[in-house]
Nanobody
Framework: QVQLVESGGGLVQAGGSLRLSCAAS????????MGWYRQVPGKQRELVAAITSGGSTNYADSVKGRFTISRDSAKNTVYLQMNSLKPEDTAVYYC??????????????????WGQGSQVTVSS
C-alpha cells in the first residue's frame, strides 16, 4: 500500500512562516506530479501549488511570491514553505501525489493519493 504522511501544520501569527512536509511511502515505482491543496469548511478544495517530476511549478495567484513548493525525489517528499502568512491562509492543507505503484509482481497501477490533512491556522 502507498500512503502519504504530512507534518508541519500549526498555529502562527500573521506574517509568520510554516513549512509543511509530505512523505510518500510504500510500493512506489515512480511519482509524477505532487502538490498541495487546501480546504475551508463550506468551500471546495483548491489547488495551492503543484510541482512536476521535472521540477516545474504552478501556484495559485493568492500565494504567488509567498509560498514555495519543492520536492526531494530521493526521499519521495514534497514540501511547502509558507511565508508572510495571512489569516485567509487558514485551512486544512492536503498533499497530493500521482503515484505509479507496484500492484503485483508483474504490474503497476497509476493512482491519486492524498495525505491525512494538516490544520494551518493564522491568527490576526
Amino acid at each position: 500500500q502507498v500512503q502519504l504522511v504530512e507534518s508541519g501544520g500549526g498555529l502562527v501569527q500573521a506574517g509568520g512562516s510554516l513549512r509543511l512536509s509530505c512523505a510518500a511511502s510504500g510500493r512506489i515505482f515512480s511519482i509524477n506530479d505532487m502538490g498541495w491543496y487546501r480546504q475551508v469548511p463550506g468551500k471546495q478544495r483548491e489547488l495551492v501549488a503543484a510541482i512536476t517530476s521535472g521540477g516545474s511549478t504552478n501556484y495559485a495567484d493568492s500565494v504567488k511570491g509567498r509560498f514555495t513548493i519543492s520536492r526531494d525525489s530521493a526521499k519521495n517528499t514534497v514540501y511547502l514553505q509558507m511565508n508572510s502568512l495571512k489569516p485567509e491562509d487558514t485551512a486544512v492543507y492536503y498533499c497530493h501525489a500521482e503515484i505509479l505503484a507496484v500492484t503485483t509482481s508483474i504490474s503497476l497501477g497509476l493512482n491519486d493519493y492524498w495525505g491525512q490533512g494538516s490544520q494551518v491556522t493564522v491568527s490576526s
